[in-house]
């Protein structure tokens, strides 16, 4: 079975400055797809980025980067220029590529705390 | 506005009674599913749906149930033999059941009185 690991259940960061979040997983799938999620106090979750194991490139989306390391299954998210709205929980989550449902694994969760 | 709804926002439950969550979706995805998050945990599934009139157990079905009557709605049942029902519901979609990013509601919460 697909396990998810966030070794940090909290973080903090100064506004405007860089956090990185750890993630990593263990599957012995070749294709698969791994997402971050945001959940703020409002408790909706958010997806934030995602990335396809057979690409290479990491994936980015403003702000937010990942740095996807296949061989050594780790999948962590980078905030560039932290803003007062990134607090929240970050969830990192897994996909297995097939028909099976295209059933989520979930990590922990991550708080980030935002400082002013 | 396309997107997802749940319904209520806040549900108590007495002892001994049945519960319906609602969950609708106007995004015409096929597939459909129910999280629970209990506090300062991660999501685990409770069922999913891969098209109207399938549904299939996820890994913390006992106590709860699921129909797939319409592509859009996926309502479940917390029934009496759920005996620690108190937590968070989430129910999510995407477009198929191989394939799609799976988008969240704005969540249940229900409490037991």
């Known amino acids: 079975a697909q396990t998810v690991t966030q070794s940090q259940p909290e973080m903090s960061v100064q506004e405007a400055e860089t956090v990185t979040l750890s993630c990593t997983y263990d599957t012995s799938e070749s294709d698969y797809y791994l997402f971050w999620y945001k959940q703020p106090p409002s408790r909706q979750m958010i997806l934030v980025i995602r990335q396809e194991a057979y690409k290479q490139q990491n994936a980015t989306e403003n702000r937010f980067s990942v740095n996807f390391q296949k061989a050594a299954k780790s999948f962590s998210l980078k905030i560039s220029d932290s803003q007062l709205g990134d607090a929240a929980m970050y969830f990192c989550?897994?996909?297995?590529?097939?028909?099976?449902?295209?059933?989520?694994?979930f990590g922990g969760g991550t708080r980030l705390m935002v400082k002013p | 506005d396309g997107g997802i709804t749940q319904s209520p926002k806040y549900l108590f439950r007495k002892e001994g009674q049945n519960v319906t969550l609602s969950c609708e979706q106007n995004l015409n995805h096929d597939a459909m599913y129910w999280y629970r998050q209990d506090p300062g945990q991660g999501l685990r599934l409770i069922y999913y749906?891969?098209?109207?009139?399938?549904?299939q157990k996820g890994d913390i079905a006992e106590g709860y149930s699921v129909s797939r009557e319409k592509k859009e709605s996926f309502p479940l049942t917390v029934t009496s033999a759920q005996k620690n029902p108190t937590a968070f519901y989430l129910c999510?979609?995407?477009?198929?059941?191989?394939?799609?990013?799976?988008?969240f509601g704005p969540g249940t919460r229900l409490l037991v009185l």
């Open positions: 999510a979609s995407s477009w198929t059941a191989s394939r799609g990013t799976q988008y």
């Open positions: 989550a897994y996909r297995r590529d097939n028909n099976a449902g295209n059933m989520l694994t």
């Open positions: 749906s891969q098209i109207v009139n399938d549904f």
